[in-house]
C-alpha cells in the first residue's frame, strides 16, 4: 500500500461525487509534470488523503490503475488550459466527520514533511502547483493518528480488499466519436480528405494504404493476411492532427486485439523494437491474443518518423507503474 496527497480546491466536489482523480498529461507550456506523473504509479488499494479549503476532507481507496480519460465534463470552467485527454484513476472517497487542518497542527506535521515532493508548507499551507503527491509512511501515519478511527477503519477495509483489476471503460470512444463528428462538419477539409481522416480511426484507407508500404505484417502476431489486420496509430487517432493521422510512419499493421492493446496503452515498444509490457497488463489475456510474456520479445527495427510516434506512446499513452 502506498499513500497519496491530492489537491482538489478546483475540482473537489466533481471528483469526490464521481469517485475519480483526472489531471492532464502535460502542464500549460507541454512540458512532463511529476504531480501528474504520479497518476500513472496509483494501483488498487492506495490509500488518498483528499485535500481542498485547507484541511483533509475524505480519504479514498484506490480502485483501479491509471488509463486515458477525457478531462470530465462536469469540470466546466475549472481547467480551461488543461489537456483534453488527460489521466484517471477511479477511487472510492469516504468524507470524513473529523475533518483535519494539518495547519493547526504544523508543529507535528513539520516534522514528517519530505524534503522533495511535499504536500504542504513548512508553514502548514498547501501548495497550489501540485496536484498528486505521494506521502512518505510516517507522514501517512502522523494524519491518520489526527483523523482517527475513520482513517484505521478505511485502511483496515482496504488491507482486506481484493485487488481490483484494471476497468475498462467506453470514455476514450465516447471522445472520438465526438471528435469523428468535428471532422465530419469541417467544411474546411476536403470531401475526400475528411473520408480518408474518418476511416483512419478504424485502421482503413488511405492510412492504412501508406502503412502498408512500411509494414507487411502484424509484428506480434506474424499475420500477414492484409484482410485480418488494421492499421493501428501509434499516435493515437485522438490526440493526432489531421496530418499526424494519415501519416503512414504514425502506424503499424496489427490484428484487432494486438491493435487495441497498443491503442489503451498495455503495450509499447522502445525505439530498438523490444516489446514492452505494462505492469498494469492482464497476463494471462495477453498470452491468449498471442503475445509473449514470458520472454523478451523484439519485433524489429523502426524507421526514424516511427520512433518518433514511438517516443509519443511511450510517454503520453503507455500505461506505467512503479508498483
Known amino acids: 500500500m502506498r499513500y497519496w496527497w491530492v489537491n482538489q480546491n478546483q475540482t473537489y466536489r466533481q471528483e469526490i461525487a464521481g469517485g475519480y482523480l483526472w ?10 509534470n511529476p504531480f501528474y506523473e504520479f497518476m500513472r504509479e496509483a494501483a488498487p488499494g492506495d490509500l488518498v488523503f483528499s485535500f ?16 486515458e480519460s477525457p478531462k470530465p465534463l462536469e469540470f466546466g470552467s475549472a481547467g480551461q488550459n488543461w489537456e483534453n485527454v488527460g489521466w484517471k484513476v477511479d477511487v472510492d472517497f469516504k468524507r470524513l466527520i473529523n475533518q483535519v487542518r494539518p495547519k493547526d497542527h504544523i508543529d507535528l506535521v513539520r516534522k514528517a514533511l519530505p524534503a522533495r515532493y511535499s504536500p504542504l508548507q513548512q508553514n502548514g499551507n498547501g501548495i497550489q502547483s501540485i496536484y498528486l ?85 502484424c509484428r506480434i502476431t506474424k499475420v500477414d493476411n492484409a484482410a485480418h489486420l488494421v492499421a493501428s496509430h501509434l499516435k493515437p487517432w485522438r490526440d493526432s492532427s489531421n496530418e499526424e493521422r494519415l501519416n503512414g510512419e504514425n502506424g503499424l499493421l496489427l490484428t484487432p486485439s494486438i491493435d487495441h492493446l497498443l491503442d489503451r496503452g498495455f503495450i509499447g515498444f522502445e525505439d530498438s523494437g523490444t516489446l514492452i509490457i505494462s505492469p498494469v497488463a492482464h497476463r494471462p489475456s495477453l498470452r491468449r491474443m498471442g503475445v509473449e510474456t514470458e520472454h523478451i520479445i523484439t519485433v524489429g527495427a523502426f524507421t526514424a518518423g516511427q520512433r518518433q510516434f514511438l517516443d509519443f506512446h511511450r510517454n503520453s499513452v503507455l500505461l506505467r507503474t512503479s508498483t
Open 23 to 32: 489531471s492532464p498529461k502535460r502542464n500549460a507550456n507541454g512540458g512532463r
Open 52 to 67: 481542498a479549503d485547507t484541511k483533509i476532507l475524505a480519504i479514498g481507496v484506490v480502485q483501479s490503475y491509471c488509463r
Open 133 to 217: 503527491t505521494e506521502v512518505p509512511e510516517n507522514l501517512a501515519a502522523v494524519l491518520g493518528a489526527l483523523i482517527g478511527a475513520e482513517f484505521d477503519a478505511i485502511r483496515s477495509g482496504a488491507d482486506r480488499e481484493t485487488r481490483i483489476p484494471m476497468r475498462a471503460g467506453d470514455d476514450l470512444d465516447l471522445w472520438e466519436q465526438r471528435l469523428e463528428k468535428v471532422v465530419a462538419t469541417d467544411q474546411n477539409i476536403p470531401d475526400t480528405d475528411r473520408e480518408a481522416i474518418i476511416r483512419a480511426r478504424r485502421g482503413q484507407g488511405l492510412f492504412k494504404q501508406r502503412v502498408s508500404q512500411i509494414e507487411k505484417m
